[in-house]
C-alpha cells in the first residue's frame, strides 16, 4: 500500500470485534446536582401518589414526573447535543434514545400529552391506577438513562488478528482510532458498507511521526491512527458504545 493521501477506509464488519476493556466518563459535580434535581420530582410524584387524596394530587403527580423526564432530557442533551442526530431533527429526543436501546417511548410521549392537556387545557387527570402506571414508566426511564450520564470514554479491542483502541467524543460526535489492522480489513478506496476514516501520524514509538497506515514488519498487520467523523462510520462505534451502557458492564 502505497497511497499517501489520508482518507481510508476501514472493514464496516465489526461483529467479530471483541472488547478487552473500556474506561467512563467521570460524572461531575454538575452532573450530580442534575441526577438530584429529577430524582427530586420523582419522589415528588410518588409522595403525591401515595398520599392520594383527589384529583388535585394526581395532577401535581403529573406535572412532577413530566418534570423528571425533561430534566433528564436536558441533562442527556448537554453531553450528546441531540440537535446533530438526524432520527432527533424528525421524531425527537425520545425517538434517539429508543433507537440506542435504552428506553421505549410510547408511554412517555404519552405523558408528555397528558401534563400539556391537564396543565394548559383543564383535562381531568387519569384515575390513579394509571398515574400509577406512569410512575412506574418514569422510574424505569430514569433507571435507563441513567447510564448514559457517564458514558463510554474509550475502549480496547482484539479483532481476528488485530487489535487496538478507540477514544470517543460525543459533542460532536467522533471517534480517534489506534489500531493494528490486517490488510484485507483496510482499503485506500470506498467500499460499501466501510469505514470512513481520515488517518494520522502514528503514535507508536516504533511508527512515531509516520503517517499512517504504517505496515508492522512480520506482524501481518498494519498500523492505522486515524480519526472517524463521517456520521454513518461512526455509528457501529457508536452501537457498541451503547451496547456497553446499556449491559451495565462498569
Request: negative net charge; glycine residues 6%.
Amino acid at each position: 500500500m502505497t497511497k499517501t493521501a489520508n482518507r481510508w477506509w476501514l472493514d464496516g464488519n465489526l461483529s467479530e470485534l471483541h472488547i478487552d476493556g473500556h474506561g467512563w466518563l467521570v460524572v461531575s459535580e454538575h452532573d450530580e446536582e442534575l441526577i438530584g434535581r429529577a430524582e427530586k420530582s420523582f419522589l415528588h410524584a410518588e409522595y403525591r401518589l401515595d398520599n392520594h387524596q383527589n384529583e388535585y394530587d394526581r395532577i401535581d403527580a403529573a406535572l412532577a414526573l413530566k418534570r423528571a423526564m425533561d430534566t433528564r432530557l436536558e441533562h442527556l442533551n448537554s453531553i450528546y447535543n441531540f440537535a446533530q442526530h438526524p432520527n432527533a431533527k424528525s421524531h425527537g429526543w425520545l425517538a434517539v434514545l429508543e433507537s440506542w436501546g435504552c428506553i421505549k417511548q410510547r408511554t412517555l410521549r404519552r405523558l408528555r400529552r397528558l401534563r400539556n392537556a391537564v396543565e394548559h387545557d383543564g383535562v381531568t387527570p387519569p384515575d390513579l391506577d394509571e398515574c400509577e402506571d406512569y410512575r412506574e414508566v418514569m422510574w424505569w426511564f430514569l433507571k435507563g438513562t441513567l447510564g448514559l450520564l457517564a458514558p463510554v470514554s474509550d475502549f480496547d479491542f482484539e479483532w481476528g488478528i488485530g487489535h487496538g483502541s478507540c477514544d470517543f467524543s460525543y459533542n460532536p460526535l467522533s471517534v480517534t482510532l489506534t489500531a493494528s489492522a490486517p490488510p484485507e480489513a483496510i482499503s485506500d478506496s470506498p467500499l460499501p458498507g466501510w469505514i470512513e476514516m481520515e488517518t494520522l501520524p502514528a503514535l507508536a514509538l516504533v511508527h512515531q511521526g509516520k503517517q499512517t497506515p504504517v505496515e508492522d514488519p512480520g506482524k501481518g498487520t498494519y498500523y492505522v491512527c486515524a480519526k472517524v467523523t463521517d456520521w454513518a462510520s461512526v455509528q457501529p462505534f457508536l452501537k457498541i458504545a451503547m451496547d456497553v451502557i446499556n449491559q451495565g458492564y462498569r
